[in-house]
């Protein structure tokens, strides 16, 4: 068993920051990519950033220069750095982890339960 717990969403003025956090916990071998996805009312989830286990980043368009993704291997956790946020930025945010747990030979890919991001003009 898997659970991804997401902190750190919350109100923000535009040209604020926040910081989200998603930590993995249970019977897990070792994590593979990690990433931040976002789903807007009325739209498709769509992909914030990725990190591979190597630590190699990618970012949609319209967060790059922005936002930044890092992750703490000996804590099983993804961290997103959300910079100069605007409006268009309010979403609902969920971290996805791909992951071998105990007993599966092939990576399992999980989400988060998700949190709100809300930036006012």
């Known amino acids: 068993q898997v659970r991804l717990v997401e902190s750190g969403g919350g109100l923000v003025q535009a040209g604020g920051s926040l910081r989200l956090s998603c930590a993995a916990s249970g019977s897990i071998l070792s994590i593979n990519a990690m990433g931040w996805y976002r789903q807007a009312p009325g739209k498709q989830r769509e992909l914030v950033a990725t990190?591979?286990?190597?630590?190699?980043?990618n970012y949609a368009d319209s967060v790059k220069g922005r936002f930044t993704i890092s992750r703490d291997n000996a804590k099983n956790t993804v961290y997103l750095q959300m910079n100069s946020l605007k409006p268009e930025d309010t979403a609902v945010y969920y971290c996805?982890?791909?992951?071998?747990?105990?007993?599966?030979?092939?990576?399992?890919?999980?989400w988060g339960q998700g949190t709100q991001v809300t930036v006012s003009s």
């Open positions: 996805n982890v791909d992951l071998f747990v105990v007993g599966r030979p092939i990576p399992i890919n999980y």
């Open positions: 990190i591979t286990s190597s630590a190699r980043t």
